[in-house]
């Protein structure tokens, strides 16, 4: 909690600095007049190809790493990007004299990155978020072609840019109103979802949207050309740059761009783990293997043969994605369940147990706020169902219960047969399908059992020296096996 405390008040700190540094200007002469179009036009071509290249980045790690909330970072940024290359081209005195372009366009541009920054801290199952998210590959490209649209548009006809209304004092303040409420649940929510799981990438977009709202109200309440007024072109470019900080610790790996395309042609169900898993996927994984000494080795085994089973089954490219993910953060509820009853040497109590099954809404709750889809959430809350009826947390049966959960449930019952746990030794192969056979109709998909029973008779060598190996195959700090 001390920790927490000392981020918040960082981020309150370098929240509050520019605004008291803008307010210290305009008292003193130094809030002297900078009129220089030309160099006002290359400091906003810097911060708009800057957001740009983040934007265009982060789209492309987005649709790699399947995560809604960078898909939309992409278009906030591209958000940012395109209404204040209009912003900077409209510069009066520049190419144009025309100065409500300039105006209107600056203001859109907070308004609109404000808005797609908002829908970051929008939970993975909403409606809307989950409709989005089914379109992402064209998300980019179509936000960014109705961008340069409406902005070639605006250019051609300046003289309509007044139904804007964005500069009067009525509009500009409804605009203000709008970012303050945005970004302020924005900051919220990252800030409530960084004390959970300690990414960077919340806390940087709590800088980021911070950044923006104060850069909005220097816009609204500066005089044009005053060097106080100049600060909110600084703000808007610490805020970019923030965000390229934000995604590069979290969400790019560090392999080359050439090995990761030559993993993407492999069989091998390790190379699509390495080849997809992100660096905040592997700290979850870790978060978890620390609570429970049982989950070390245990997530990326399950993802492993989930990954083998979707294979046979014939599932998708997007499926297959989903199911390393998820299957390797399948347990990530169990950072929320007490360590007494974690790991409890001996059977638990009915009471220990209702509080154990409580962690497959726990870890969908946590990861439906960090963007992951809707099919790796199905894998984290639905793992535990069983074909019958019988299981848990929502007692799915049958195809309601979602395929890359029936598939992951297969992988983590047989891995839990066939490891050692602190009250009884690990089961044999042979022992382990017994089981999974005799459930097949009742705990598992029989379609899903067939499959298995097929891939371990065609590929019976990987199955046993990945289950032999169950002590010490796990992701270690460089997201190798080891």
């Not at 409420?181 to 900051?187: C, I, K, Q």
């Amino acid at each position: 909690m001390g920790k927490h405390r000392k981020v918040f008040a960082w981020l309150a700190f370098w929240l509050l600095l520019p605004l008291v540094l803008y307010v210290w200007l305009q008292s003193t002469p130094y809030d002297g007049m900078i009129k220089a179009p030309h160099e006002h036009f290359y400091v906003v071509s810097l911060v708009s190809v800057l957001a740009l290249a983040v934007a265009a980045a982060v789209g492309i790690v987005a649709i790699r790493i399947r995560n809604s909330k960078v898909s939309f970072l992409s278009l906030a940024y591209v958000s940012l990007a395109g209404m204040f290359i209009l912003h900077g081209l409209s510069t009066p005195g520049f190419l144009m004299h025309h100065s409500a372009i300039a105006g209107n366009a600056a203001q859109l541009s907070v308004l609109l990155a404000a808005f797609w920054l908002w829908m970051c801290s929008i939970s993975g199952d909403h409606r809307l978020v989950r409709w989005l998210s089914e379109r992402q590959l064209w998300l980019l490209p179509a936000w960014s072609v109705i961008l340069l649209l409406f902005g070639s548009f605006l250019w051609r006809n300046p003289e309509l840019v007044h139904w804007l209304n964005l500069r009067d004092e009525l509009g500009k303040w409804v605009v203000t109103a709008v970012v303050l409420l945005l970004n302020g649940w924005t900051v919220y929510r990252n800030l409530q979802t960084y004390s959970a799981s300690r990414l960077p990438l919340q806390l940087a977009i709590a800088y980021s949207t911070g950044w923006m709202f104060v850069a909005q109200l220097i816009m609204v309440t500066g005089q044009s050309w005053r060097a106080s007024w100049w600060l909110y072109h600084v703000l808007l470019l610490a805020s970019v740059i923030v965000m390229v900080i934000g995604i590069a610790r979290e969400h790019l790996s560090t392999g080359s761009l050439t090995s990761s395309i030559r993993r993407l042609f492999r069989a091998a169900p390790q190379d699509w783990i390495h080849t997809y898993i992100s660096p905040s996927v592997k700290e979850l994984v870790f978060a978890t293997e620390a609570k429970d000494a049982y989950t070390a080795g245990h997530n990326y085994r399950v993802a492993l043969y989930a990954l083998k089973l979707g294979e046979e089954l014939g599932l998708s490219l997007s499926q297959l994605r989903a199911i390393a993910q998820g299957g390797l953060v399948h347990d990530i509820g169990k950072l929320a369940i007490p360590d007494g009853i974690l790991n409890k040497p001996g059977k638990l109590t009915d009471e220990e147990r209702v509080v154990i099954e409580t962690h497959p809404v726990s870890g969908y709750d946590m990861c439906k706020r960090l963007g992951f889809m809707l099919e790796e959430l199905a894998v984290i809350r639905s793992h535990h169902e069983k074909w019958n009826g019988s299981g848990y947390p929502d007692k799915l049966a049958g195809e309601d219960i979602p395929l890359v959960a029936r598939i992951t449930a297969v992988a983590d019952v047989y891995d839990a047969l066939t490891s050692s746990r602190s009250y009884r030794k690990a089961m044999t192969h042979e022992e382990a399908m017994d089981i999974l056979l005799r459930e097949s109709g009742r705990h598992f998909d029989p379609r899903c059992i067939a499959a298995w029973e097929k891939l371990v008779k065609e590929q019976q060598q990987f199955i046993l020296e990945t289950s032999k190996n169950s002590d010490y195959v796990r992701l270690d700090s460089d997201g190798k096996t080891g």
